[in-house]
């Protein structure tokens, strides 16, 4: 049995900042507690009071915006009713501190523990997820999943057993019912897997122990995919708002640049409603799988009319993930500067580093490889929808794994000694 003294003196740095994740999560949780609920909390909470009426969505009207993940965590805060509303704000300190945790456990094997210290409260302290993490939204539980994933998975592929392995698994799929974009990033990533299985034989452990994880995860979500076949005859149908963002994400009229708007912006906001208004009012009226579909082609339609705006859009949309900006027809905000002052040294550190790690690619685990690419299909796929800086924060363990592994192992810094 693991000495408690040891554990503590050797994880001290790890359990500073998750017991301050919690504290600083929880303040916040109390202080901006509010009966009036904001942004997506409503959607959430409606998708769980279904769930105790015995359904999701209903046949007439099957519209799956976003999966079951966080709407199961709140059934029990749902049943007590609104004595629930603050129990389930504060359990996003729990969700954040795991999360630090987590990041302090995956950079500590790998580059030690100052590097370990950084990702851990750079992962509790992100300022967009200080900005929602008092709310009832999904980026806290979506973090500390990710977190979580990365931390089991290289554990597991590292010749951990059944265990780590299906940790990673129950993850990976918990994320995916969460966030249920992380459903294509399984696909897409299992398919150079399978493609380099035969070939790269000092690779191949690897490779199907990664297969294993991702099969596990996917095995998870089929409850989901079968509901959504069944409710709207489409296979492998993680969601039914797809034509939305991508038909915003197109969109190029004059000022716009990609970035998504609600149905009431779009009908009644006074530079959008002249090209959007009866469009949107006829859309609305669709039922959910027409208006999807209707959607779509709309905005392929936007992209055989003008590929070069709609490539403008996507690069608006990379600046809109990092940072935040540019937005269509609003005001920038001053949190613009505070996150270009934390993602940009982490983009500009991945970047750099991401080259010297290609260049000295033997220097870095295989395991870390791997989740590069995830990260890689993740950021370069949501980039194809309307971005924000919350889906590029779910990220920062990996990002912070890969600057900090190859750091440690390809790069030395120190000071020449003065002439006199």
């Not at 797809?242 to 716009?256: D, F, P, Q, R, V």
């Not at 550190?349 to 000295?360: E, H, I, N, P, Q």
């Not at 590069?372 to 794994?401: D, E, K, Q, T």
Request: glycine share 8%.
């Amino acid at each position: 049995m693991a000495n408690p003294r040891a554990f503590f003196q050797t994880h001290f740095h790890g359990l500073l900042a998750a017991l301050a994740v919690a504290a600083v999560y929880s303040t916040l949780a109390v202080l901006r507690h509010s009966e009036a609920l904001i942004w997506d909390e409503g959607r959430y909470l409606d998708c769980a009071r279904n769930m105790t009426r015995g359904f999701y969505a209903t046949d007439d009207n099957p519209d799956f915006v976003n999966g079951p993940g966080y709407p199961i965590v709140l059934l029990p805060f749902v049943l007590a009713g609104a004595e629930g509303l603050l129990p389930a704000r504060l359990l996003n300190a729990f969700f954040m501190a795991g999360a630090a945790w987590f990041a302090w456990l995956l950079l500590r094997h790998y580059a030690g523990a100052a590097w370990a210290a950084a990702g851990a409260w750079l992962t509790g302290f992100h300022p967009t997820l200080l900005w929602m993490g008092f709310a009832i939204m999904t980026e806290p539980l979506a973090m500390f999943c990710m977190a979580g994933f990365a931390w089991s998975f290289c554990a597991a592929v590292r010749g951990g057993g059944r265990g780590m392995m299906l940790t990673a698994a129950f993850l990976l799929g918990w994320l995916t019912l969460t966030r249920v974009f992380f459903g294509h990033v399984i696909m897409a990533a299992a398919l150079p897997c399978l493609a380099l299985l035969p070939f790269w034989k000092s690779w191949r452990h690897v490779l199907a122990r990664t297969l294993v994880i991702l099969g596990g995860a996917f095995l998870l979500c089929t409850p989901w995919l079968v509901h959504t076949w069944q409710k709207t005859g489409r296979v492998l149908c993680w969601s039914t708002n797809s034509g939305e963002l991508l038909y915003w994400m197109t969109s190029h009229h004059e000022g716009e640049n990609g970035h998504w708007f609600t149905t009431e912006d779009a009908v009644a906001h006074p530079q959008l409603a002249p090209n959007h208004k009866d469009f949107y009012e006829r859309v609305m009226r669709m039922p959910i799988l027409q208006r999807d579909a209707f959607l779509m082609e709309a905005a392929m339609a936007n992209l055989r009319a003008d590929p070069a705006r709609v490539a403008y859009n996507w690069a608006c949309n990379l600046s809109r993930m990092a940072f935040g900006f540019p937005r269509s027809f609003l005001p920038e905000e001053l949190r613009t500067v505070v996150l270009i002052a934390v993602n940009g040294p982490v983009i500009a550190l991945a970047s750099l580093l991401g080259l010297v790690g290609l260049w000295r690619w033997r220097s870095v685990p295989p395991e870390v490889w791997l989740l590069a690419v995830f990260a890689a299909i993740y950021l370069g796929g949501g980039s194809v929808a309307p971005a924000l800086p919350r889906y590029f924060a779910l990220m920062l363990p990996v990002l912070m794994l890969g600057i900090a592994t190859v750091w440690s192992r390809n790069v030395r810094l120190s000071l020449m000694k003065s002439a006199g």
